[in-house]
């Protein structure tokens, strides 16, 4: 995990591999409610292997020549797992998405329910998780490893640390976009996102990259192939941008940025955000993730600041997990932590040389952000660890937002993805 540095567990992990096959990392949304039977937008429950919830709503969208908008979901879920979750369309009857399956790759339609509601990000409980952990040297022993580290995770909380799904494993580039957004680059983020080819890329993705980088525009957008899809969207404008003002100036690759869709541009900032989250935890996570620090911002389980809390009794709250220590999502208007710990939370934004009002991003706001606190762990439960002939499979249920990546970083000791 990118910038991850600390373990609150200390036996010994079971390595292995996961991901061999996406059927081995199975995740289920834990909705907040379910669909009513009636109303004006229609609720579909998808099974897919194999593909991202932004590229399916996409191809919805397309399949039935409406505009994106008028699609939802509670949650992004992962291109490498098999997957379950409600999706959304408004003002659209079920009759009309009865052939819809067919149309759509590596997706199951499951169910097709009307509800009053639209369906919108962050309405869910959690999700819950089947992961098979491959090639362990010794699955039964591994199991009880398993057990006892996931045991473990339950009294204290897990380190609450983004994945590389937020940034992208072969190609850790998103935080770096958005790096620039927040230093007032627009070019510069533009370039990082259609250029600047990884070695872990594959041939044909890095050589459209590499023309990019050349200036070779329309070379680079013929060769590249139909998954780099947001790339495409984004060059195609800045192209049209460019013959239309008879340059590629910074309002060129602004609009260009522009083109593409709401959730993925937040997602830039909200990367860089995460990277540096990611650092202030590990810092954080090396005196104890289930007690209070002095210093600490302290949050309860509605992620309301707790302004005033006994010291006698806050370690007991922490520990039921009434109460949690916090790190930073830095932005213009987070609060930084007291003393000691307030300046190690200075020190991250110091080493990337910039300071909290920088998240202003003055030339495209809209994709800036105010911060906030973030609680430093989760809660884990309903878990299992069984030994199977092809390793063990371990099951667990996390809250919203947080990564099973972070549950098998513990178990295994190995940066996982």
């Known amino acids: 995990m990118l910038n991850a540095e600390t373990y609150t567990t200390s036996n010994k992990g079971i390595s292995g591999k996961i991901r061999t096959k996406y059927e081995d990392f199975y995740v289920e949304e834990i909705p907040e409610s379910l669909p009513s039977g009636t109303g004006p937008n229609t609720w579909i429950f998808i099974d897919k292997i194999g593909r991202n919830t932004l590229d399916v709503v996409l191809d919805i969208a397309r399949e039935l020549h409406i505009n994106r908008k008028r699609t939802g979901f509670a949650g992004m879920k992962d291109k490498a797992a098999h997957t379950r979750q409600w999706l959304c369309v408004s003002n659209v009857e ?50 009880q490893t398993a057990l006892d580290i996931l045991s473990e995770l339950s009294l204290k909380g897990v380190p609450n640390y983004y994945g590389w799904q937020r940034f992208g494993k072969n190609r850790p580039n998103t935080h770096k976009v ?3 957004l927040v230093h007032n680059d627009i070019k510069g983020a533009v370039d990082s996102y259609i250029g600047n080819p990884y070695p872990d890329e594959a041939d044909h993705i890095k050589t459209p990259r590499a023309l990019y980088d050349e200036g070779k525009f329309q070379e680079a957008y013929e060769s590249m192939p ?52 990611n650092k202030a935890v590990s810092e954080r996570a090396k005196l104890g993730i289930d007690r209070y620090v002095e210093g600490d911002i302290i949050i309860d389980d509605e992620e309301h600041i707790v302004h005033e ?7 007991a709250d922490i520990k039921e997990f009434k109460a949690h220590p916090t790190s930073p999502l830095y932005g213009t208007k987070v609060p930084l932590a007291d003393g000691e710990l307030g300046k190690m939370e200075e020190s991250v934004l110091a080493e990337e040389g910039i300071d909290r009002s920088d998240f202003e991003c003055p030339k495209t706001p809209r ?40 549950v098998l970083r513990e178990i295994m000791k190995e940066d996982v993805y």
């Open 94 to 143: 079920p009759e009309e998405l009865q052939n819809l399956e067919e149309k759509l790759r590596g997706v199951k339609i499951l169910k097709i329910v009307p509800n009053e509601k639209k369906l919108r990000i962050g309405q869910l409980v959690g999700n819950k998780f089947r992961i098979l952990i491959r090639e362990t040297e010794d699955p039964e022993a591994d199991a």
């Open 309 to 315: 809390f006994n010291p006698e009794t806050i370690d």
């Open 367 to 406: 994709l800036g952000s105010h911060g906030l606190r973030r609680a430093m762990r989760f809660k884990i439960w309903d878990t299992s660890a069984t030994a199977t002939p092809e390793g063990v499979l371990v099951e667990f249920s996390i809250p919203k937002g947080c990564y099973a990546t972070a």
């Open 178 to 180: 958005g790096m620039e």
């Open 226 to 277: 139909a998954g780099m899809r947001y790339e495409k969207m984004m060059l195609r404008e800045l192209m049209k941008q460019g013959k239309k003002r008879g340059e590629f100036d910074e309002e060129a690759y602004k609009i260009a940025l522009e083109s593409l869709p709401k959730p993925l541009k937040r997602m830039f900032v909200h990367a860089y955000q995460s990277y540096l989250f």
